[in-house]
């Protein structure tokens, strides 16, 4: 199984934490997606100690669209049922596989975003905010999937709440590949060398 994992940068929306805080909201690219057309993103949240507590996710879209089985729940996957229905195996979801403590509270109200969305027609292609009552989620660990096609184009903006504080970012899709951050990573960093 191949999973590429990056971190993106959090610069374009601000970062607030509590100082101690070490935290991050990660995305990565499942490379084993075998539903042609799409990319399948896991999102991780990484307490480093400190408790996830939950989520604000939204996403809009210009073009494409996020893929969503709305016959199925999207809190949670649906692993038991990847074998009568292996395109279960990339639907979107939000919540802790397995973990049985975590629930949707709504849309992603927090960020501007419309009613509860995870997928499906809308400017709001995704709009949901998630939670946890766990207190042993410290460290990392898959809080939601998020398949788009592959032409989708948009912004997403997302909310970590972990018990020591918050982790805000937003960004592009598609999503970058972590060759391409590597090289807006260099250009930055000419661009800083040119000015001083």
């Avoid at 918050?166 to 250009?187: C, D, K, N, R, W």
Wanted: some cysteine; proline content about 4%.
């Amino acid at each position: 199984m191949k999973i590429v994992k990056f971190v993106l940068p959090v610069i374009a929306a601000g970062f607030t934490a509590s100082s101690a805080m070490a935290a991050t909201v990660t995305w990565s690219i499942d490379g084993t997606n075998t539903i042609a057309g799409t990319v399948a993103y896991a999102l991780t949240a990484d307490g480093q100690g400190d408790d996830w507590t939950g989520a604000v996710l939204k996403i809009d879209l210009t073009s494409g669209s996020i893929y969503n089985d709305a016959g199925f729940d999207a809190d949670g996957n649906q692993s038991a049922l990847w074998g009568f229905v292996p395109a279960l195996q990339w639907d979107s979801y939000v919540g802790i596989s397995g973990d049985g403590s975590a629930g949707i509270a709504g849309g992603a109200g927090d960020l501007g975003g419309g009613p509860l969305n995870i997928g499906g027609p809308g400017v709001d292609a995704v709009s949901v905010t998630w939670f946890n009552t766990a207190t042993n989620d410290t460290g990392p660990v898959q809080i939601a999937n998020i398949t788009a096609s592959d032409d989708a184009v948009g912004t997403w903006q997302l909310i970590g709440a972990f018990a020591g504080g918050q982790v805000q970012s937003s960004g592009v899709f598609p999503v970058p590949e972590p060759a391409s951050l590597a090289l807006m990573g260099l250009g930055g960093l000419a661009a800083l060398r040119r000015r001083c």
